[in-house]
């Protein structure tokens, strides 16, 4: 049975995540902001979910948060870097730089700081797995998605990266690109309302949280020689829709 640190453990994905691999028999420590809502998993799943409240874009914070992590688990065998934001869908020159910084902080320097942290004992152990969120918006661009497409195109090369400086170890670095998933507060932080997000998955038959933690339960079991290095699920409903052309008048 393994020790996995999941981000963004207190709704969505990473929920599921914790879900389905505590009833596997793995230990998940849950890193999130909302304490109420990691405090409810573990009510839900017992003494295998730890639930740790933490602002990942706080540097000290999540050192210390590391240092008692690392003191009560020190052999932490996955690390998924779920954690992540978009903030709205305006095009690039009305958008606010606040929610750019922000989208930056949690989606690539969280990820970078919590891969820092733990991969050299992975290393030195020669045995961990690394597995990153990315998005089909970090494959294929699309008006609104400016930095949120960009910060998500960074994961999916970082993780490809990594792999690269990890050859001849064991270590095993993956990334998981969803499309379109419902049944997470992803839509609502993005668009910031309950309408709007429910409007964007009107009459369809979106992923769920637990198709992508069913993804990586997947991966994470997958035999010791073989490194998934990207997967992009997205559901049937959702396809490609072409190039965009203006024509003047
Ligand atoms: N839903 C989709 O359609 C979709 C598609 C492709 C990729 N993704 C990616 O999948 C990942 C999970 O998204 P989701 O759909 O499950 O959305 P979600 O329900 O909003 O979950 C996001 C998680 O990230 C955590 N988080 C955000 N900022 C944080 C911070 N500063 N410190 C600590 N935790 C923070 C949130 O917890 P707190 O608010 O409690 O801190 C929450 O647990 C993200 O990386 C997202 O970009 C989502």
Redesign the pocket.
Known sequence: MKTAVV????????AAIARQLVAQGHTVIG????QD?LQALADELGERFVPVS????DRTAVDRALGDILRRFPVIDVLVN?????LGVAPAQQAQLADWDTTVA??IS?LLHMTHALLPGMVQRNQGHIIN?????GAYAYAGGNVYGAS?AFVHHFSKNLRADLAGTAVRVSTV?????SG????K?RLGSDEKAAALYQNVQALT?DDVAGTIAWIMNAPAHMNVNYIEIMPVAQSFAGLSVHRSA
């Open positions: 981000t963004g453990a207190s709704s969505g994905f990473g890193l999130a902001r909302r809502k933490v602002d990942l874009t779920n954690a992540g934001l978009a949690t989606n969280a969120l990315g998005s089909t918006a998500k690109a969803p499309g379109l998933c997470t507060d992803f839509s932080v949280p």
